[in-house]
């Protein structure tokens, strides 16, 4: 009965989520659309009742295509002939390539920046505590483009001075033209989790029950890994959470930057030709990806505040 | 209260308090000028061009590639960033803190869980790529309200999110539930013990949100997405291929849009304005953070500064920085000098200028050299220095001219007799493919005349030895003449949805031509009754396919059905051209000298073309009054102005009627072709304020925007006066052209409204010296600004 109810619990929870992601989806399509068309519109000076006609218009076609299984086509400049693309081939491409330095710059963002907060945590130092904090509140400042043209002319001087070369500057690969997009991507997302895994561990190595722990005579990795570390998941989580925003909305700065052919770099040409269908297609994918990736971290969030509420032995 | 003061508070504030200082300080305390360009330096024989290092010829910060010093860029564009961050700040935390205060009010409604519903949705959305997208819906040329609201739309969750949850936290607290025991209403326990209770939360959310803002502004700025836009001009001919762009408002992201280019060549450019960006990020969240600890720290009761004294305060000050702002500094004491700009006199220039005695100034015709001894009498009257040939004030140059020898005619031909009257039904059109000739044949419709691989608007009908009838959109940049003629046309008719004006032709033609004419929509819809069709409805049906067609996702590729069809009403018409023939036009040139040797080699260009579009062979005048008799009119009126007040000047004036401009541009090209090796060059050329239509109608002042930083100029300039300032979207089509595309701020300034041009309906009767003092007066404090001032 209880695992019953629990079931029932969970899908209901699962279910409001989903219905969430796809209105997000419907939502940004039909913006999208209204967006386009007013800008397509503006041009020739039309009123608020035709943009609305308009709007309303490309979202039944939108739909009416989507319903029969198929995204349609990117279109193109011209109205019959030019380059058309299956949209679903456009999304899938500019998707996954996008995709490799969002999971890359995170990952890397999540590892370093635990590792780093926690380190200093345990350190318990003032010193520390102060230097991290100030370090990772200039980092999260740090506008992207800044560090991106800072890198380049790093790597450039290098070069000139030294002959060493640490990475192409420009360009798609799956090799060394992922450093700079990724490190600059990554670092304040880093920053973000940094601050938060610190203050997170900080908080819990002054209460009680670890204290208790190591009375009990625990060693110190054991009472970090078994008391300290899934408590502090919490807040942590939020923070990759917060990072993984911050990360997808500087996607397109890093993406025409450094030349990485993803969904930046295709939606703003979408945008530029007032190319509402694969406008939102390419935006509702990057948001219903961005609220997916939230419920998961909710859920992670929950769980581990579950266990840490629950039996924590 | 003292520990409660934290160090990020501090130095964020601190921050805050200089960018603001030094934004909305500068015209105060700098004579710095942030749009002055200064394209090289002369460094004995070498000229050095810009963009200048840091520290190099006085610039601290180094120069743009225009060379407009960076320090003063960025110390003024502070004020336009902070501005707009502040703007977007106060609409975010409108909505965000009426809908977060009504979810959090009502927590567990309906209401509250649509609000959160869209708080959730809009806060997966991208916030960076979603703004471009509607920074476009809302026309990037529109300026600053077009970021606003877009950067509104994609932000406002954020405050919606914080009010709600600081709502209900606040709700179950005992002071809430006490003040509804004593029996104050909903609204008002909400308005008088929970809103004060909100302050310190909107407070810190304030500050994160406007670090955020900054940062995409600085990420709009850094992907090109500018304030204004941005301009784009052709940099060879008129027919021109290539395109220059230029970013010209004194705005961090603008500065960053042109850097971002030059890292490797220039990295200064980009990295001043992004480490201005950097150090606004920082300040607000310092002081977010700051904010957080401090009423962690010292809980102070906010509310007790929410009365109608700060409020008064408040609104006072930003009112008294308004209205002060133009009145003071060195531009605004040049007002009275503007004001001396007399409309009377220069309507009484336009009166001999457009007086039907000089036959509507064809370039070289008798009328059109009266009109040009008349300004050279002027310019010489008032002492200003010859710029012309050989001492004279005359520039002559020789260009290609053609023209028509008799009325063109129009006529429907068989059982049904109709002849057409020119000007009023139809127009010839000439110039390219477009040549003379005379044709008869059937009219064939075909739509809008367009043949792409795949689809063509001529397939099923016989346009072989016919003469085809265009009306719709292009779609693929083609000449549809040129395809008329390969299908077998011997003529074309377009159809015209608008005024039918007199058009003028560019002497220029290919190897072969065809005639061509040019009809009202009544006409077309005569030649095509028997069809059953209107033409109107036609031309709507090829709008709506080509929209959809763009618009729609197809699941295939669907080629619509032509619409075009024959018809059996047979036409015949004349478009009597005489050859090609040389003419020589005259620009009239004359010189105010500034008195600063340093800078008077340095110019300012203003003036407006003189020649009009003449006469008909059928006697007709074209008086061409306000096209473009009032530009020369103003400019012997500013040229009188500026002549009485000289010794104020530093950098000299240039002023300059030409001719040829309806022929393509012809009079100010040669000007600026031919002063390349002269001290008139166009990198001498600080600006070119274009007089063109500026005598009617309408009643807002209006200049073409290619320049953003000319246009703010003029716009600052017809604040100071106290006229209201549009733009007309970079029509291009007039002299400045020839300026903007060797890089020299130019542009035109006129109306919002063209009035009859192009009819014989200008004339003198349509200008009024109101409309010609206002746009003198707006050129004379615009010049005054750019040649007198530090």
Redesign the interface.
């Known amino acids: 009965m209880v695992e019953r109810g629990t079931a029932t619990r969970v899908s209901v929870a699962v279910l409001t989520r989903l219905l969430l992601v796809i209105l997000t989806f419907v939502l940004i399509v039909v913006l999208s659309q209204v967006a386009m068309v007013s800008a397509r519109t503006r041009i020739e000076r039309t009123d608020l009742p035709t943009i609305a006609g308009q709007a309303w218009e490309g979202t039944q076609d939108y739909f009416t295509s989507l319903a029969s299984g198929s995204l349609g086509e990117a279109t193109s400049t011209s109205i019959l002939g030019g380059q058309r693309r299956a949209m679903g081939d456009l999304l899938l491409d500019a998707y996954s390539k996008s995709m490799i330095l969002v999971l890359l710059a995170i990952g890397l963002a999540t590892a370093v920046g635990i590792l780093i907060g926690v380190l200093a945590a345990a350190t318990r130092s003032a010193r520390w505590r102060a230097t991290l904090l100030t370090f990772t509140t200039l980092t999260v400042s740090l506008p992207s483009f800044l560090v991106a043209i800072l890198l380049i002319l790093f790597g450039a001087e290098l070069t000139a001075r030294a002959g060493i070369r640490l990475w192409p500057t420009f360009g798609y690969g799956i090799d060394n033209h992922l450093i700079l997009p990724v490190v600059v991507l990554a670092l304040r997302p880093f920053a973000q989790i940094a601050s938060f895994a610190y203050v997170a561990t900080d908080e819990i190595l002054h209460l009680d029950y670890i204290r208790t722990a190591r009375a009990k005579g625990l060693v110190e990795s054991l009472i970090f890994a078994r008391h300290a570390l899934p408590n502090a998941a919490v807040p942590i989580i939020g923070a990759v959470a917060t990072g993984l925003s911050i990360a997808l909305s500087t996607l397109p700065v890093v993406e025409v930057f450094f030349s990485w052919p993803g969904l930046g770099f295709a939606l703003l040409q979408a945008v530029r030709r007032f190319d509402a269908a694969t406008a939102g297609t390419l935006l509702g994918a990057l948001a219903a990806t961005i609220a997916v990736v939230r419920f998961g971290l909710d859920a992670l969030a929950d769980h581990f505040a579950q266990r840490a509420t629950g039996a924590p032995s | 209260m003292r520990r409660a003061l934290n160090w990020?508070l501090i130095v964020g504030v601190a921050l805050i308090l200089g960018w603001l200082i030094v934004g909305f300080g500068a015209p105060f305390f700098s004579s710095a000028d942030p749009l002055k360009e200064h394209t090289f330096v002369q460094l004995g024989t070498r000229s050095i061009p810009a963009p200048f290092e840091p520290g190099q010829f006085g610039y601290v910060l180094g120069s743009d590639r225009q060379g407009r010093d960076l320090w003063a860029t960025v110390m003024f564009g502070a004020q336009a960033t902070f501005t707009l961050a502040f703007i977007v700040l106060g609409a975010r935390l409108v909505i965000g803190v009426t809908l977060g205060a009504v979810a959090g009010w009502f927590a567990g409604r309906w209401i509250d869980r649509v609000i959160s519903?869209l708080i959730?949705?809009f806060?997966?959305?991208?916030?960076?790529?979603?703004a471009?997208?509607?920074i476009?819906?809302?026309?990037i040329r529109s300026g600053l309200q077009a970021f606003a609201a877009a950067l509104t739309i994609t932000g406002w969750w954020g405050v919606g999110r914080a009010v709600r949850a600081a709502l209900v936290d606040l709700r179950g607290r005992p002071f809430l539930e006490a003040a509804r025991a004593e029996g104050l209403s909903e609204f008002a326990t909400f308005a008088r013990h929970a809103v004060p209770n909100l302050l310190p939360t909107l407070a810190i959310t304030s500050a994160l949100e406007a670090?955020a803002i900054l940062?995409?502004l600085?990420?709009l700025g850094?992907?090109g997405y500018v304030v204004g836009g941005g301009t784009s001009v052709p940099i060879d001919d008129l027919r021109g291929s290539g395109r220059a762009f230029f970013f010209a408002s004194p705005e961090w992201g603008a500065i960053?849009a042109q850097g971002?280019f030059e890292?490797?060549r220039a990295?200064w450019i980009?990295?001043v304005p992004?480490?201005a960006?950097?150090s606004g990020?920082?300040a607000f969240?310092?002081a977010g953070?700051g904010l957080r600890i401090f009423f962690e720290r010292a809980p102070v009761a906010l509310g007790k500064l929410l009365n109608w004294r700060v409020a008064t305060a408040v609104v006072a000050v930003v009112l008294v920085f308004r209205i002060v702002t133009p009145l003071v500094g060195p531009a605004a004491a040049l007002t009275s000098v503007a004001r001396q700009f007399d409309g009377g006199q220069a309507h009484a220039n336009l009166a001999y200028i457009a007086d039907p005695a000089r036959g509507g100034r064809y370039t070289a015709s008798p009328g059109y050299k009266e009109a040009a001894a008349y300004v050279a009498d002027r310019f010489r009257s008032l002492g200003l220095e010859p710029a012309g040939d050989d001492g004279t004030y005359y520039q002559s140059f020789k260009m290609a001219d053609v023209g028509l020898t008799a009325m063109p005619t129009f006529q429907r031909v068989g059982a049904d007799t109709k002849a057409y009257r020119p000007r009023i039904d139809f127009n010839e059109s000439i110039g390219g493919r477009r040549g003379g000739g005379t044709v008869e044949g059937n009219i064939v419709y075909v739509g809008a005349g367009n043949k792409?691989?795949?689809?063509s608007d001529y397939e099923g009908t016989h346009s072989q030895g016919n003469i085809v009838m265009i009306a719709g959109p292009s779609?693929?940049n083609q000449d549809r003449i040129d395809i008329a003629r390969r299908e077998g046309a011997i003529g074309v008719i377009q159809v015209s949805f608008g005024e039918l004006i007199k058009p003028s032709y560019v002497a220029a033609f290919e190897a072969e031509t065809i005639p061509v004419l040019t009809i009202s929509a009544g006409v077309a819809n005569e030649l095509i009754a028997a069809s059953g069709k209107n033409i109107v409805d036609l031309n709507q049906s090829l709008i709506d396919r080509?929209?959809?067609?763009?618009?729609?996702?197809?699941?295939r590729?669907e080629?619509?059905q032509p619409i075009s069809f024959d018809t059996a009403t047979r036409v015949r018409f004349t478009v009597p051209l005489g050859p090609i023939h040389d003419i020589v036009g005259q620009n009239v040139v004359g010189i105010l000298r500034g008195g600063d040797p340093q800078r008077n080699d340095k110019f300012v260009l203003v003036g407006g073309h003189l020649d009009g579009i003449g006469t008909d062979p059928d006697g007709t005048v074209f008086p061409a009054a306000n096209d473009n008799g009032s530009g020369p009119a103003v400019t012997l009126e500013i040229a009188r102005v500026l002549a009485a007040n000289r010794s104020m000047l530093k950098n000299s004036v240039i002023f300059t009627t030409f001719a040829g401009e309806e022929e393509g541009l012809v009079g100010s090209e040669y000007f600026a072709n031919h002063s390349l090796t002269t001290p008139l060059r166009p990198s001498n050329i600080l600006a070119f304020v274009n007089l063109d239509v500026s005598g009617c109608c309408g009643d807002t002042l209006a200049a073409s925007d290619e320049s953003f930083a000319l246009h703010a100029r003029l716009a600052s300039a017809a604040d100071r006066l106290g006229y209201a300032f549009g733009y007309v979207p970079a029509v291009g089509g007039s002299d400045h052209l020839s300026y903007t595309r060797r890089g020299v701020p130019a542009a035109m300034v006129g109306w919002t409204e063209f009035g009859p041009f192009h009819t014989t309906g200008d004339t003198l009767a349509t200008v009024t010296a109101e409309h010609l003092a206002m746009a003198g007066r707006v050129a004379t404090q615009t010049i005054l600004e750019l040649a007198a001032t530090n």
């Open positions: 990020q519903a959730d949705a806060a997966a959305f991208p916030t960076l790529l979603f471009v997208l509607w476009f819906a809302f026309d670090s940062l995409i600085g990420e850094f992907l960053l971002r890292v490797f990295p980009a990295l992004a480490a960006f950097a990020v920082l969240n310092l953070h792409i691989p795949g689809y779609v693929a080509l929209r959809r067609a763009q618009t729609r996702p197809s699941l590729q080629v619509p």
